[in-house]
């Protein structure tokens, strides 16, 4: 599959692994998961799709449960970003202050790892989309 990636979408390949912490196999997935990212025209419709995107849950006045992510989506691509995650909190400059401050308000680690792996989403977005490579100004 990556070879044909490569053949197919070679720049777009290239630019996702400028992005710290995106590796061949997350880059690789999110192309075929999205179709070069021409499956969608908005961050929020790609979120919902890979299952990251914050839910609530409420029925009604009386009901009010925790909150949690849309589990609902492509599983194998949230669980890449989920371990693209423990590496961009040490070296990709926009997720590190993100860790930090999440961590100072006293999140728990998955939480702060799911914001991380969404903050990662957002910038493949950008970067796909802007066919640009991968600058700080993106976070």
């Keep these: ?81 989920y371990l693209c995650s423990w590496t961009a909190r040490k070296c990709n400059p926009s997720c590190v202050a993100l860790y930090e401050r999440l961590q100072a308000l006293g999140k728990p680690a998955k939480v702060i790892s799911i914001a991380i792996a969404h903050k990662l989403l957002r910038q493949a977005f950008a970067v796909a989309t802007k066919k640009t490579a991968y600058s700080p100004e993106f976070a």
């Design 1 to 81: 599959m990556e070879k044909q990636v490569k053949k197919h979408f070679a720049e777009l390949y290239k630019l996702l692994n400028s992005i710290p912490s995106i590796g061949s196999k997350t880059a690789t997935q999110l192309i075929i998961s999205t179709g070069g990212f021409t499956k969608f025209i908005s961050i929020k419709q790609l979120s919902a799709y890979v299952g990251v995107s914050p839910t609530t849950y409420e029925s009604g006045s009386s009901v009010r449960g925790r909150g949690g992510i849309a589990k609902m989506g492509q599983g194998r691509l949230r669980q890449l970003l």
